[in-house]
Nanobody, 123 residues
Framework: ESQLVESGGGSVQAGGSMRLSCTTS????????MGWVRQAPGKEREGVAA????????YYADSVKGRFTISRDNTKTTRYLQMNDLKPEDTGMYYC????????????????WGQGIQVTVSS
C-alpha cells in the first residue's frame, strides 16, 4: 500500500500561483496513474489532473486546462501540481492520489489517497 504525503498549499490571492507536491513511498512506480483530486466545501470531489508514469502523458479537467500543470521528478516518486492564474473557485482540499493502472485519466475513484492539503484563493 502506498503512502502519499502532500506539501505546499496555503492562501493566495486570485491571479496568483501555487505549487503542490506529493511524495510517495512506493518503490516501483511502473505503470502507475498518479493525480490530484480536489473538493470544495459543499461540493463533490473533482478530478483535477493525472499523469501516467510510463509515458509521462498528462490529463486535465477542463476547469483547469491551461492554468494547471502536473509533472513528476525523474525518480517518479514526487509529483507536482503547478497552479497558475488561480481563481476563488479553485479553493478546496487537494488530495494526491495514485493507483497502478494500464490506462490513466482524470477521475475521482482511486485506492490510494493522501491526507489532503488546503488551498484557499481569495478574490
Amino acid at each position: 500500500e502506498s503512502q502519499l504525503v502532500e506539501s505546499g498549499g496555503g492562501s493566495v490571492q486570485a491571479g496568483g500561483s501555487m505549487r503542490l507536491s506529493c511524495t510517495t513511498s512506493v518503490s516501483s512506480l511502473n505503470r502507475y496513474c498518479m493525480g490530484w483530486v480536489r473538493q470544495a466545501p459543499g461540493k463533490e470531489r473533482e478530478g483535477v489532473a493525472a499523469i501516467y508514469t510510463d509515458n509521462g502523458r498528462e490529463y486535465y479537467a477542463d476547469s483547469v486546462k491551461g492554468r494547471f500543470t502536473i509533472s513528476r521528478d525523474n525518480t517518479k516518486t514526487t509529483r507536482y501540481l503547478q497552479m497558475n492564474d488561480l481563481k476563488p473557485e479553485d479553493t478546496g482540499m487537494y488530495y494526491c492520489v495514485a493507483d497502478p493502472r494500464s490506462t490513466c485519466h482524470v477521475q475521482t475513484t482511486w485506492n490510494a489517497w493522501g491526507q489532503g492539503i488546503q488551498v484557499t484563493v481569495s478574490s
